[in-house]
């Protein structure tokens, strides 16, 4: 599924407030749900169905919410218990037992309760709230996107910037795609943001790296402004606060956009694209690894490669990465090494190339073996060829 964003402009003070009730609304349910799991045992998803409509009936307010942003509010809550059961089922040591939640950003709607423009410049929540009408702003890939594309969901989510709301699809839009006759394996690794097989390395580019430096100066002034104990704080640490939230957002977003167009990018110019799955979840335990992990934003740049793949009909493959960066990839000799080495020398076969393009060789050629393709040195689909 994919998720896109967009802002919600051009709205009274009136229209944002009776967003921020909604999203109160759906807070409320969504506690009123775990309550009555936490009361009374053997509490179902049906018995959360059925909550929705007594509370409904019981208090006007929540009446005014759509209602299957009703029943949204409600999954949310059985979304949370159903993976604390399955934590406590696998035995992990943090369970994550159901709490309320106290500061909710956003609510759900499904199908219903809003309604978007025919030219996708608007759109309107016509729940109990009447919030009403607001412009939406993005580019004109989004905007196709909302016209064309199924929407499955609209979440309405406040951030430091303002409001915005999130449309979720399935890609299924289909575009003719280029054929180019290339294939790629992509190493995603800590030192390039990716390699491939032909030693090409994408960098993570330096404004990021700057505006993380940025990030870090605002964090410094939050918390010289915070009093331990104080109760409120000042009116200046809320306005650091304000600042700082703006900037993550900021990065967040350029991130983005930065993995978005890489992805674009590397599935228009090739025909398969083989990337390994990484347990990303795993990786981030270990901290000397986690910050370039969650900044490379990896995962979000695997997801668009589905994407655009799935968009253009073209084939995009994720192999296990077991033993990919270990393999020679040329005799397939499995030769341990450190993270710290950084090139591959093959005691068997006398290879000597970098760590990351032996490992994006491997990869494409797992790729290549699940799809079926012979793939030798570089050649794809000429095997014959070369040798004689
Ligand atoms: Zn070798």
Not at 130 to 144: D, I, K, Q, V
Not at 158 to 171: I, N, P, S, T, W
Not at 186 to 199: A, C, E, R, V, W
């Amino acid at each position: 599924m994919i998720v896109r964003e967009v802002k919600l402009k051009n709205g009274t003070k009136e229209q944002y407030s009776a967003l921020d009730e909604a999203i109160l609304t759906a807070q409320f349910i969504r506690n009123k749900a775990v309550r009555l799991w936490m009361d009374s045992k053997g509490t179902g998803k049906a018995d959360l169905y059925k909550l929705c409509k007594d509370l409904a009936k019981e208090f006007p307010f929540a009446k005014k919410l759509n209602s299957s942003a009703r029943q949204a509010s409600v999954e949310r809550a059985w979304n949370s218990i159903a993976s604390f059961y399955a934590r406590c089922k696998k035995g992990e040591k943090k369970k994550g037992y159901p709490t309320f939640k106290k500061h909710c950003r956003s609510v759900e709607y499904k199908v219903s309760g809003w309604k978007v423009s025919p030219d996708a410049m608007t759109i309107n929540f016509t729940d109990g709230f009447e919030a009403g009408t607001f412009s939406l702003f993005c580019n004109n890939e989004t905007r196709e996107d909302i016209l064309t594309l199924k929407i499955n969901r609209v979440r309405v989510v406040r951030k430091a910037d303002g409001y915005h709301a999130q449309f979720c699809f399935d890609a299924d839009r289909k575009e003719e795609g280029e054929y180019t006759g290339n294939v790629v394996g992509l190493d995603i690794g800590l030192k390039y943001f990716t390699k491939d097989q032909n030693d090409i390395a994408v960098v993570y580019p330096q404004f990021l790296r700057k505006a993380e430096r940025q990030l870090k100066k605002a964090q410094r002034r939050l918390s010289k402004k915070f009093v331990k104990g104080a109760k409120p704080q000042s009116q200046n640490y809320h306005k650091a606060r304000k600042g700082l939230a703006k900037i993550h957002l900021k990065i967040q977003r350029q991130r983005k956009d930065w993995a978005i167009k890489q992805a674009r990018c590397v599935v228009a110019s090739n025909d398969v694209v083989v990337y390994e799955y990484l347990k990303i979840a795993n990786m981030v335990k270990n901290h000397h690894l986690a910050k370039s992990i969650s900044d490379a934003a990896w995962y979000q740049y695997t997801q668009w490669l589905d994407y655009y793949g799935k968009i253009w009909d073209k084939v995009v493959v994720a192999v296990s990465p077991n033993y990919t960066s270990q393999d020679c990839s040329g005799c397939g000799q499995r030769a341990k090494k450190a993270l710290s080495t950084r090139t591959h020398s093959c005691p068997c076969c006398g290879l000597e190339i970098c760590r990351d393009t032996n490992a994006a060789l491997n990869i494409l050629r797992k790729g290549m073996n699940i799809l079926g393709v012979e793939y030798q040195n570089g050649t794809f689909g000429q095997k014959e060829s070369a040798h004689d």
